[in-house]
């Protein structure tokens, strides 16, 4: 596979983005279409087998686009919401142009590029998603348990897509998801009751799983020193900080 493809696939999805925009009507029509084209190009870059493999590369691009559509839905600034859309298509070109060199240009993959991008990808998708989240019951109402419960199901693949992207293998890497899955249950049914932005309160969460996923590559790798857990713990708490003393109450 040519990494030729990869110039199309940025380019559908250019397209498919601004299309929804201007066609607010058919937003979601567009939205599918861009989902399954993610799904499509990986079964592609992944020598068109669906297996374990294919499903562990499609987390983080499929992930990445539904949480950044629903941020878009909320979205009521047009400067913001090209500054999104630019964002979306080189970071998921980015990572699927790795992907294809990865499965078919070995020689030229260039180390930890995979795990690299999709640090980015994932912490980008927790933000979008939460906010996203935050807002349809804010602003939709709908049910808190069912998007706790949808919350639960994407912690669990973000978790779950960083411990196989970085080759971390064990047997007590589930327990590690499921429990991480439960705190940020938690975490997401205590942030719905503060009353500023969801932006806000996805930035905490965001914060949450930066704090929980270096402190684990550290643990994994035999690295997780005082320091390291301070420095960590520094960073995670002024992100708090600033956040609860700047965020408009009210």
């Known amino acids: 596979?040519?990494?030729?493809?990869?110039?199309i696939y940025s380019l559908a999805h250019v397209i498919g983005l601004e299309w929804s925009l201007f066609q607010p009507d058919l937003f979601w029509i567009l939205g599918a279409i861009i989902?399954?084209?993610?799904?499509?190009?990986?079964?592609?870059?992944?020598?068109?087998?669906?297996d374990i493999n294919f499903f562990n590369f499609l987390i983080s691009p499929f992930l990445f686009m539904l949480s950044g559509l629903v941020?878009?839905?909320f979205s009521g600034n047009s400067l913001i919401k090209q500054a999104v859309i630019l964002f979306m298509v080189v970071s998921a070109t980015i990572f699927m142009r790795y992907l294809v060199i990865y499965n078919y240009h070995r020689h030229n993959y260039p180390k930890h590029g995979l795990s690299s991008i999709s640090r980015i990808i994932n912490l980008t998708t927790i933000f979008f998603f939460y906010t996203g989240w935050f807002n349809l019951h804010g602003f939709l109402r709908v049910s808190l348990w069912f998007l706790a419960l949808a919350s639960t199901v994407v912690i669990v693949l973000v978790f779950y897509q960083f411990f196989n992207i970085n080759k971390i293998k064990g047997r007590d890497n589930k327990y590690f998801i499921w429990v991480a899955a439960l705190i940020f249950l938690e975490l997401f049914y205590v942030l719905h009751w503060l009353p500023?932005?969801?932006?806000?309160k996805a930035l905490l969460v965001v914060s949450?799983?930066?704090?929980?996923?270096?402190?684990?590559?550290?643990?994994?790798?035999?690295?997780?020193e005082?320091?390291?857990y301070r420095r960590y713990s520094l960073v995670t708490g002024i992100i708090w900080i600033l956040?609860?003393?700047?965020?408009?109450w009210g």
């Open 1 to 7: 596979m040519s990494v030729f493809w990869v110039y």
């Open 196 to 200: 500023f932005l969801s932006y806000s």
């Open 71 to 73: 941020f878009l839905l």
């Open 226 to 228: 005082p320091q390291v």
């Open 208 to 224: 949450a799983y930066y704090f929980i996923i270096s402190l684990t590559k550290h643990y994994f790798a035999g690295s997780l």
């Open 35 to 50: 989902l399954l084209f993610n799904f499509l190009f990986v079964w592609l870059a992944t020598h068109r087998r669906l």
């Open 243 to 248: 956040t609860l003393a700047t965020s408009r």
